[in-house]
């Protein structure tokens, strides 16, 4: 039993071994997402991020002891009414004033706020002249609120690019593509049947999340729902062209799952869906716009959470479908039936 | 004849390989054509280039004179060796999607009856047997009605009465004005079903004609066959010997009961002697050296 296992084991080994694609793929995703996440990340992660509501660019410590606080990024922001949006949509955790009379803000349905505002608070003991509490004005959004785009989004992602990146895979592998070559099938048509399945498919499975989602936990929905429905399906269709691409000429499940993680992760991490970006450097917030989920994320909650019309998201709609137009050109170009 | 299809040249080649070596071929209209050689030979990879999957080193191919293109995709049915369906889909779903692929659409109802589908149209793919998942193939394979049908060696790994069954069925597809090109290494099947034959070996095409032509042309007469444990040393030193296979020495004659009487001395036991026609396997023995089934 022993032999035919260890028989088997070796085989295995061998397949993925000499595999060398997917063999460098599987060593270098490790090591690409560790130096990408330390760029984009910066060193220490900061547990907080607090704006600093002034005129200044550079945030200058002296002026209060919570400022000197250890895992606490500062961000000095300089349009108040921007500020407390972000406090309210989580993409800040606190926002300070130390102005004459010194103020701070928080989103009372926040933990990260909360335990921001501990932190201030012990700080401000030192401090000669007391912090003032200010409530923000209109209703507070909930973390649910804000993190439910970010997750149905993230479903999204999954299920267009890996939904569609190894079933090609897999078609191509099993002849199947081979067979559709000897119609009069083209690469285009076949790739445009499969980017309107899968999103046909996930656009579907998407509203009737999100329908449960919000009658159950009562989710802020600001805007229109068609608005909202259009940056599903401009956002599916992105996403899916993007799982045509990587798997466009690969012929091995396993590089094609590298392939696909390599560009997964960084989305997701970049694109917003957990936490907001706002401490990022310039240069990683302008990386996170190559994309799709940022965009789908950015309008998704401009619609849900701030009633953004269509005029509003249209710089996001226009950015996803030329996107998609890109990918699916360049789809169409590289597509390969056959396995050589 | 109105040829069909004719391949001039063809050569394809793979780092350190030369998997096809300059083939070329015509194939007139309402004829079975066959590809015949070993595994290996590069009858696939000659075929696929002519389908249009693999792309040539050089060469060329015309349909109804002119360079295979829409036309000829519109019009070919092609049964692959190894084509995998898709998943979850029943017969029926699987021949209907390939159909709405054509312009050209033969009769959904008459596909069925002549593939014998009909009690498996609600089966999933993935539920058929050998001989009826070739007779889905076949159906994929007819569903633009096509005027030119490649089957690359469709009966591989059937049963002997699948095996006939599906003669029959390639029979009556040729009945209605069809033209196929056919692969394979089954001598019996070409022997059968194909009025043209070219025989490849490495990637070359080393004879062509009728089978009936090619073996008249290489043999006056029939076959004797004896196992060499019923010989004499003597009868082992003759000079007319074809071949020598599996313990049996084969003789080419002319004059059956004179080569008998000569040969009756020298065989211990004249109970184990066999006389045959010869056939396309002798033929592709004695050109090659080596057997067709390898």
Redesign the interface.
């Known amino acids: 039993m022993f032999g035919r296992i260890y028989a088997i084991f070796q085989g295995r080994n061998r397949e993925f071994l000499r595999d060398r694609a997917s063999f460098a793929w599987n060593m270098l995703l490790p090591v690409v997402l560790i130096f990408g996440l330390s760029f984009a990340l910066g060193g220490d992660r900061n547990a907080y991020t607090v704006g600093v509501l002034q005129d200044s660019d550079l945030i200058e410590t002296d002026k209060h002891p919570f400022l000197d606080t250890r895992y606490v990024l500062f961000v000095p922001t300089h349009d108040k009414d921007d500020a407390l949006r972000k406090v309210s949509r989580h993409q800040l955790d606190l926002l300070v004033e130390f102005g004459d009379v010194p103020r701070y803000w928080v989103n009372p349905d926040s933990s990260k706020g909360y335990f921001a505002e501990l932190a201030l608070l012990q700080s401000d003991a030192q401090a000669t002249v007391t912090i003032e509490k200010e409530r923000i004005t209109g209703a507070a959004i909930r973390y649910a609120d804000w993190v439910l785009p970010g997750i149905l989004g993230m479903n999204m992602m999954f299920s267009c690019m890996f939904g569609v990146g190894y079933v090609v895979v897999r078609?191509r592998k099993?002849?199947?593509l081979?067979?559709?070559?000897?119609?009069?099938?083209t690469a285009f048509e076949f790739i445009s049947a499969q980017v309107a399945s899968r999103m046909v498919l996930i656009t579907c499975i998407t509203v009737i999340v999100f329908t449960a989602t919000h009658i159950i936990l009562d989710t802020r929905m600001e805007g229109s729902y068609f608005t909202l429905f259009l940056v599903a399906v401009v956002g599916a269709i992105s996403m899916v062209s993007l799982g045509l691409i990587i798997s466009a000429r690969v012929t091995s499940e396993e590089l094609a799952g590298g392939l696909l993680n390599m560009v997964n992760w960084p989305m997701m991490l970049l694109s917003g869906v957990w936490f907001s970006l706002e401490g990022a450097g310039p240069f990683v917030q302008n990386l996170a716009k190559i994309f799709p989920l940022t965009h789908v994320l950015n309008a998704a909650r401009s619609v849900m959470l701030d009633g953004a019309a269509l005029a509003d998201v249209a710089p996001n709609l226009v950015a996803l479908t030329a996107l998609s137009a890109i990918f699916i050109g360049i789809g169409a170009k590289v597509f390969r039936?056959?396995q050589? | 004849m109105t040829t069909v299809l004719e391949a001039r040249d063809l050569v394809k080649q793979y780092p350190g390989v030369t998997a096809v070596d300059g083939v070329s071929f015509s194939v007139a209209e309402g004829i079975c054509f066959g590809l015949l050689g070993p595994n290996g030979a590069g009858k696939t990879t000659t075929v696929e280039i002519i389908e249009g999957v693999i792309s040539a080193t050089s060469g060329a191919v015309y349909y109804y004179g002119e360079p295979a293109g829409t036309r000829f995709r519109q019009e070919a049915g092609i049964q692959f060796q190894n084509t995998a369906l898709q998943d979850f889909l029943t017969v029926r779903e699987t021949i209907q999607m390939f159909r709405a692929l054509y312009d050209r659409k033969a009769d959904l109802d008459h596909i069925v009856e002549q593939c014998s589908l009909g009690d498996l149209l609600d089966r999933d793919n993935r539920k058929l047997s050998g001989g009826q998942r070739q007779r889905l193939l076949l159906a994929v394979a007819l569903v633009n009605h096509p005027r030119l049908i490649f089957l690359d060696e469709p009966t591989t790994g059937l049963d002997p009465q699948a095996r006939r069954n599906f003669w029959d069925l390639v029979q009556s597809i040729r009945a209605e004005g069809a033209s196929i090109v056919l692969t394979t290494h089954y001598m019996d099947e070409a022997q059968v079903l194909c009025d043209d034959i070219a025989i490849m070996d490495a990637g070359k095409i080393i004879t062509q004609g009728s089978p009936n032509e090619l073996l008249r042309r290489r043999y006056q007469g029939l076959i004797i066959e004896l196992p060499i444990s019923d010989l004499t040393d003597e009868l082992r030193q003759i000079e007319h010997t074809v071949h020598e296979n599996l313990g049996i020495i084969e003789v080419v004659t002319s004059d059956v009961s004179s080569s008998l009487q000569q040969l009756s001395p020298h065989v211990r036991n004249l109970n184990h002697i066999k006389i045959r026609q010869p056939n396309l396997e002798d033929l592709f023995l004695d050109l090659t050296g080596h057997s067709l089934r390898t």
């Open positions: 078609y099993n002849g199947f081979k067979r559709l070559r000897a119609t009069p099938l039936w056959g050589y």
